[in-house]
């Protein structure tokens, strides 16, 4: 089983509503990543945190917005989404150092109405 | 621009069947490289890895990959297939000293019993 918990596994919201979706960790990684996968395509790289510290920031729009509160978890804030974001969005975490294995969550799907 | 190519979108294969899926890297330096698999509804997990020494990797469920330099070059293999590897198969990679993990456009791998 996987040991990055991402809440909730599925969510609805309209384009006005503001949401977050969670993940935790307890592996003791220093990285932590968002990632966006579409139906039938590779997962994209969104966001990673290095130590607590955004260090990849890879052009996402501004109604995504990414917090670290501490090494165990990663949040994403939603607002003002569009259809088009509906996707798996799935979090993960590696050690810390470059080159290291990245572990994934189960995703959290995330419709856009 | 570091890239990961997967040329084989779709293999249909029976039961017992070798399997053999390309995956082609674009990077300078230090590579590192990864197949994930995904199974049907489910999240990436990772089926072997490449960070250095011996270039032929063995990884779990009897999957094994061979990193050949000189062909840029990262291919997954399994003698004789079972219904069970039905699934999408995603080869990726980082450089020694970025974060960023790139992933190939997969290769949805479907077993006929």
């Known amino acids: 089983d996987t040991e990055v918990t991402q809440t909730p596994k599925h969510l609805v919201m309209g384009m006005t509503n503001k949401k977050s979706l969670k993940c935790e960790q307890h592996m003791g990684h220093r990285a932590m990543y968002w990632y966006k996968q579409k139906a039938k395509k590779p997962p994209e790289l969104m966001f990673v945190y290095s130590y607590e510290k955004l260090s990849i920031n890879e052009s996402v729009p501004s109604r995504f917005s990414p917090e670290c509160p501490n090494s165990s978890l990663l949040n994403l804030h939603l607002h003002a989404l569009q259809p088009e974001d509906s996707a798996l969005y799935l979090c993960a975490s590696s050690p810390g150092s470059t080159g290291n294995t990245i572990y994934f969550g189960e995703g959290s799907w995330l419709t856009v109405v | 621009a570091q890239s990961v190519s997967q040329h084989n979108h779709h293999v249909i294969l029976s039961e017992a069947a070798s399997l053999e899926l390309g995956c082609n890297y674009s990077?300078?330096?230090?590579?590192?490289l990864f197949w994930y698999v995904q199974y049907p509804g489910q999240h990436l997990q990772l089926l072997l890895k490449y960070f250095s020494g011996d270039p032929l990797v063995k990884g779990i469920k009897g999957f094994e990959a061979e990193f050949i330099k000189s062909k840029f070059s990262f291919n997954l293999r399994k003698p004789s297939v079972q219904w069970s590897d039905t699934a999408e198969y995603f080869c990726?990679?980082?450089?020694?000293?970025?974060?960023?993990?790139?992933f190939g456009t997969g290769t949805k791998l479907q077993v006929i019993p």
């Open positions: 990077y300078g330096g230090t590579v590192n």
């Open positions: 990726a990679a980082n450089s020694g000293g970025y974060q960023k993990v790139t």
